[in-house]
């Protein structure tokens, strides 16, 4: 069996390639070749804690791929220094059903869940797009900053975070790397953050709208990554009304997603609001942006084809790379 820790699931995933792998595993759930079961939940309410397990199988471009991902959230992880989330990713044989990797998944969920947004980005956002809001500058914001300058030629990002000091080593460590302009700013507030951007992303643990719907430009794109069960909500009810709305998929975020199940619940829009699933729109079956002053929402909840495309292409780019260690199993 092939292990891969986090520092090797980083190398055998460059963003470039996870966009384009993530775009493949969307054509597929769209296409109806893959099979993933909506994720199971299993509370630990002793330590406020949740399990979550997401298998898939998916027959894409790149072959078969049949895997099991385990993240568990555990929010008094801090006192045992330990990261808030703990996942792995299982590979199993296709045509056997054989155990043969075992990924790092908390890495690997950061990677696919940013490069989710750089595909949706690279579909929907202006062509002209250059100017960035990021809330949320933990893990995950990272790699949705990484994620859409790599398919949008950003000149500026702002990023605002309820610790400001996150946000300033976001920006040191981060400023001019790779396709990441220099000039990263660090937001007073919502509205400095949103006026002028182009792109929006959201990656926070919100439970209330992260900034006003008044407040954007016309022809904004937005990725919606941090509300991922139906108490979370990071998008104002009025934006998703009047944006173009694209999911991942559209039985799990009705199901899982609190920006779209809190506006269909206070009235704003019904189910048939959802405009595409993002493969839809992969495979042109659906319209992308028709206009340039529209405004259009990517919701994604996360669904196990990521992993699976994502596990796979880190398989594959870690056998050229000679990375990872083997053992018996």
């Not at 929010?75 to 155990?99: D, F, M, S």
């Not at 022809?219 to 919606?224: E, L, Q």
């Not at 899982?256 to 206070?266: C, M, S």
């Amino acid at each position: 069996m092939l292990i891969l820790n986090a520092t090797d699931v980083k190398k055998a995933l460059p963003m470039d390639q996870t966009i384009q792998a993530m775009k493949s595993g969307y054509a597929a759930l769209s296409a109806g070749r893959a099979e993933i079961p909506l994720r199971t939940r299993l509370p630990i309410p002793i330590h406020e804690a949740v399990s979550l397990f997401m298998p898939a199988y998916v027959l894409d471009e790149a072959g078969e791929s049949l895997v099991v991902k385990v993240v568990s959230l555990f929010p008094h992880n801090i006192k045992h220094g330990l990261a808030l989330i703990q996942a792995a990713v299982l590979v199993l044989e296709a045509e056997t059903g054989r155990p043969i990797c075992l990924l790092e998944g908390a890495m690997l969920t950061a990677i696919r869940t940013g490069a989710a947004s750089g595909a949706a980005t690279d579909l929907l956002a202006r062509p002209d797009a250059h100017e960035v809001a990021l809330f949320g500058a933990g893990v995950q914001g990272r790699t949705q900053l990484e994620a859409v300058c790599t398919v949008r030629s950003i000149k500026t990002a702002w990023v605002y975070d309820s610790n400001p000091a996150q946000v300033e080593t976001l920006i040191a460590d981060m400023a001019g790397k790779g396709p990441i302009p220099m000039d990263l700013r660090s937001a007073r507030s919502p509205f400095e953050a949103v006026q002028a951007a182009d792109i929006i992303c959201t990656a926070t643990t919100a439970t209330k709208p992260v900034f006003a719907d008044a407040d954007l430009k016309p022809g904004v794109h937005i990725n919606g990554v941090g509300s991922y069960t139906p108490d979370m909500q990071e998008i104002p009810p009025e934006t998703v009304k009047r944006a173009m709305v694209v999911v991942d998929s559209r039985s799990a975020s009705l199901t899982e997603a609190g920006d779209l199940v809190k506006a269909i619940l206070q009235g704003h829009i019904t189910a048939k609001h959802i405009h595409a699933e993002i493969g839809e729109i992969i495979l042109g079956r659906k319209s992308g942006r028709t206009a340039p002053d529209q405004v259009t929402f990517f919701k994604s909840v996360g669904v196990a084809v990521q992993d699976a495309a994502a596990a796979s292409l880190a398989m594959r780019n870690a056998e050229k790379l000679s990375i990872g260690q083997r053992v018996h199993f």
